[in-house]
């Protein structure tokens, strides 16, 4: 972006403190007129709370937002009131979508605009200027489909179509592509580079260095809260930016070798589900996953992960077809009959799944063997053995935090999966469903989870991956599943697979190659 | 400005004083509407200290009165434990005490040092079962418990005074709408000489330990807690969260039931529809007050009682209205969620 393009916003010496922790520290960063800006760093690098300070989530402790008016004046925007903001032209999508899962696209985009008791609403003069809008950005999206049947992408264009209708110019996106497909955020990007184009100016968050690199103007590195570095997009390099990111050298990404097939752990065999949500739906699927073997599925969110996450950890039964455990069918389909024959679970969304938060590290430990010799007597709990375990755990899985005895929400999320983890390695698991195990863990956290789930598969169990991170299914896996509108269609050795294609058969498009290969994936 | 932020960790001095500092608040706040009516702050307190702790006839009142209200509030902080939301102990209670009056009037024949106990376990019974079902209604279907139980207070309340007027009418009883007394064998025993306070005391004591040791150290209690804290995690754990559900709603009716059965075969000796002012609904309070713990519920309980007991003693000396105990009790409760919220969060002038 030229030097010369005039400010559209400026950010100086934002300051914003949680308790003792300091989230954002002093930072000032301008954002021309039309031009794409990435903010990139780790989870708790204080990218979210820089963002929510701008749109007057948080009141920053220290420091002030300006942002240019309609002449091009910079205007100090009152702190802590997103009305104040989003009337200067401030638009913000979340990274979890903020939808009425009731209400059309387009009473979604209107709700909030239009005033609350008037004669007329004037819909239909809406209607036509937002199909103007839509003509104009190239940002289609049903507007008369309930927003709970809109896919991922569709939400998302909604959410930005919303923005815009509030005549933002400036566009914050938080995360937009931890839920797309490769191809949708190639669209996405280029949509966005079109708008700026027109003249707006967009934030994007992202700890993904290559599309970074390859469409933002300018990149911003936050660390620790402070800001380390502002880059133009076409001088930075990868390895620069993950120094600067980390603060070091990146630790080596975890390296799997070849992962050794036994017997059967887990067996679908034309398993069926059926769910009036159609994200819930799982069409028949056969699947195998051996003990000693990483079977990952890539997949884009909501094409079925959960209903197939469901089957494999006891909690949902098939309404067709069977699952075998370790080469028996499976009769009980209950969470504690899967524990009982050996299936470790690493839940989707470990907050609300993974650990009861009220209650202490050491109870969240042994909340699935509560039966068990060591855990209970006559069921008394032994609390002194637990206490001890507890203690012996944490270290051996190196889970930071509070203590044993402190309630598990005081940890960090990366502590918590890791928590999650060690009760699920402690038990000696012949199969593990590890769901979404990385999501939203900094890059060592991470990596600390991959290298134990891959250890686990060289002690011969046998790993169902689920994540919608191709990278990390491509790291890990020894064979890869694509999942698109509750389907599997096998897709082969990660070593063999081509991204772009990998890409067409998630989002649906290589329903062919799909059919062809799927034929394997029953053997 | 007044800013409200949420603190990163619960303030747990807050927390554990929030109770105590509640009552005190209360009792302070109380001195308002005392001035208002007119009479002499000092003297009212005064008179209300004696009258519920006073004398030896004061404190055996005092107790008395705490007797249903430790059972009532275990009920609703066992469920609540749960995020079970019994609200339905006072219908629990009622039926406790009609099941009660049916086995102790002689209608069952059994050893008579055997006949107080049936009583009380008839009662429990009854509570029991009648709690069972909303809470398997709301386990197998989602139906909510709040509107059931409340409900359910009006229909045996109704159901009692059906069989008061009908089948289990006092032939002796000059056409009252009240039952045949408990046999004498079928009483709780009295705990002090010529006093009304009984052995439904010792039940409730034995029952809040009872309690405490089932919350914090068996595997029945640690599902419990898991399914109110976090049903989600503890499904996913493999607790049967239905189960669970059930066995504590038995378990809140219980004691209830036991409640209704006690002031039955302890105080009154035979059932009216008035026989209890309101205990089971006076049970959430105490519950509240005692931020959920069975241990706590006995404090509350007695200070509730003592509240009730002392401040009908004053306003009989002063002409003040009773009214007053509802209030100071109302103002703990809210007193007493505040500070819960100070604990959560910081007020902060800005």
Known sequence: MAPSAPVALRLQGLTKRFGEA?????????????????????????KTTLMNMLFGRYAPDAGRVRVADCEGVLRDLPPGQPQAALAAGVGMVHQHFALAENLTGFENILLGAEPLFALRRGRRAARARLEALMARTGLAAPLDEPAARLGVGERQR???????????????????????????AEALFMLLRGMARDGLSVIFISHKLPEVLGHADRIAVLRGGRLVGVRAAAEADAASLSALMMGAEPPPAPKAGPGRPGAPALRLVAARVDHAEPRRRLAPCSLTVRRGEIVGVAGVSGSGQAALAALASGLARPDAGSVELFGAQVARFTAAAFVAAGVGRIPEDRHREGVVGAMSAAENLVIERLDAPEVSRGGFLRRGAIAAAAARVLKAHDVRGPGPAAPARLMSGGNIQKLILARVLEAGPRLILANQPTRGLDVGAAAAVSARLIAARDGGAGVLLISEDLDEVLALSDRVVTMHAGRLTEAGAPAELDRGRLGRMMTGDDMGAGMAAGAGAAA | MIRIEPRAAPAVGV????????????????AIPLSLAGADVAAAYALMAQGAAGSLFALSETL?????????????????????????????????ALAAVAVGTGAVAA???????????????????????????????????????????????????????????????MG??????????????????????????????????LMHVLLSRTTAGFRIRAVGENPDAARHAGVPVGRVMVGVGALSGALAGLAGAGEVAGLKGYLTADISPGFGYAGVVVAMLAGLSPLGVVAAALFVAAVFVGADSMSRALGVSSYLADLIVAMALICVLVGGFLARFRVRLA
């Open chain 1, 22 to 46: 300091v989230a954002v520290d002093d930072v000032s960063l301008t954002l021309a007129r039309g031009e794409m800006l990435a903010l990139l760093g780790e989870n708790g690098a204080g």
């Open chain 1, 158 to 184: 909604i959410e930005i179509l919303k923005a815009l209708w509030c005549d933002a110019r400036i566009l914050v996106l938080d995360e937009p592509t931890a839920v797309l497909a490769p191809q949708e």
């Open chain 2, 15 to 30: 927390a554990r004083a929030a109770p105590l500092l509640a009552a005190l608040a209360a009792l302070a706040l109380a």
């Open chain 2, 64 to 96: 008395t009165r705490a007797t249903p209200l430790i059972l009532t509030g275990l009920a609703a902080a066992v469920a609540f434990r749960a995020k079970l939301w019994n609200i339905g102990a006072e219908g629990q209670l009622y039926l406790g």
């Open chain 2, 111 to 173: 050893p008579v040092w055997l006949l107080a106990p049936m009583v009380m376990a008839a009662g429990a019974a009854a509570g029991g079962l009648a709690m069972a079902g909303p809470a398997w209604l709301k386990a197998r279907l989602g139906v909510d418990e709040v509107v059931t139980t409340l409900l359910m207070n009006f229909v045996i309340l109704l159901f009692v005074q059906m069989m008061l007027e009908g089948p289990l009418q006092d032939p002796m009883g």
């Open chain 2, 176 to 209: 009252w709408p009240q039952s045949e007394p408990v046999v004498a064998e079928a009483e709780l025993p009295k705990l002090l000489d010529r006093m009304r306070l009984h052995a439904g005391l010792i039940v409730g004591l034995v029952a809040a330990a």
